[in-house]
Nanobody, 125 residues
Framework: VQLQAFGGGLVQAGGFLRLSCVGS????????MGWFRQAPGSERDFVASITRSGNSQSYADSVKGRVTISRDNAKNTLYLQMDSLQPEDTAVYYC???????????????????WGQGTLVTVSS
């Protein structure tokens, strides 16, 4: 199982970025997928998750309304569209996936056993 995240960068406050995560070595459509982020000196926090079919999403309160998670199972790709970015969104963003996650655990980092390498998002004020 391999997950490769990319799309991070430096953006001004109020700007936007779209992160992508490409999966390989497994049947992508069978995995629940999620995005997490980790700021310097902080724990890894949940950002968003999406069900296998993509018909249901869950968001952290801190990003709700500014972030959209989506997936294209035909392309084995997970996306995170981030709008109205703020300095507090600065972090390394990780994609993660697991085939065994149930709804009640979709927000828990411990439930995901496959992780990408992370992509850095820096938002300047």
């Amino acid at each position: 199982v391999q997950l490769q995240a990319f799309g991070g960068g430096l953006v001004q406050a109020g700007g936007f970025l779209r992160l992508s995560c490409v999966g390989s070595g497994f049947t992508f459509r069978t995995y629940v997928m999620g995005w997490f982020r980790q700021a310097p000196g902080s724990e890894r926090d949940f950002v968003a998750s999406i069900t296998r079919s993509g018909n249901s999403q869950s968001y952290a309160d801190s990003v709700k309304g500014r972030v959209t998670i989506s997936r294209d199972n035909a392309k084995n790709t997970l996306y995170l569209q981030m709008d109205s970015l703020q300095p507090e969104d600065t972090a390394v963003y990780y994609c993660a996936g697991d085939p065994s996650i149930i709804t009640s655990t979709m927000r828990l980092s411990s439930a995901y056993h496959s992780w990408g390498q992370g992509t850095l998002v820096t938002v300047s004020s």
